[in-house]
């Protein structure tokens, strides 16, 4: 059984800064991402940032400049540093690990969540 262990969400002013971590229990085979969503109230979910296993990135145009993801290989483990935060970042941030296997199905693990809210 694998689990999703997210923490670091909390209360933040305006322009102030979070961290958010997250970490696998149990093994994951074949990881091709790990990356945040986000999904505020009345809203989809959406990509905030993902890493490849070849470490390349991918951000929301909303979060360049301000977030930066970032991995442990020596664990599978996934950081968000987000810094000059905006009342639009508030949400509920959730973890995510997309597999290749089973190829004709790959799975997908999500945390339970971590919520972030800016106040103005």
Do not use: H
Not at 36 to 44: C, E, F, I, S, V
């Amino acid at each position: 059984q694998v689990q999703l262990v997210e923490s670091g969400g909390g209360l933040v002013q305006t322009g102030g800064s979070l961290t958010l971590s997250c970490a696998a229990v149990g093994r994951i085979v074949g990881i091709n991402a790990l990356g945040w969503y986000r999904q505020a109230p009345g809203k989809q979910r959406e990509l905030v940032a993902r890493i490849t296993s070849g470490g390349s990135t991918d951000y929301a145009d909303s979060v360049k400049g301000r977030f930066t993801i970032s991995r442990d290989n020596a664990k599978i483990a996934v950081y968000l540093q987000m810094n000059s935060l905006k009342p639009d970042d508030t949400a509920n941030y959730y973890c995510n690990v997309a597999t290749r296997f089973p190829v004709t199905s790959p799975r997908v693990y999500w945390g339970q969540g971590t919520q972030v809210t800016v106040s103005s």
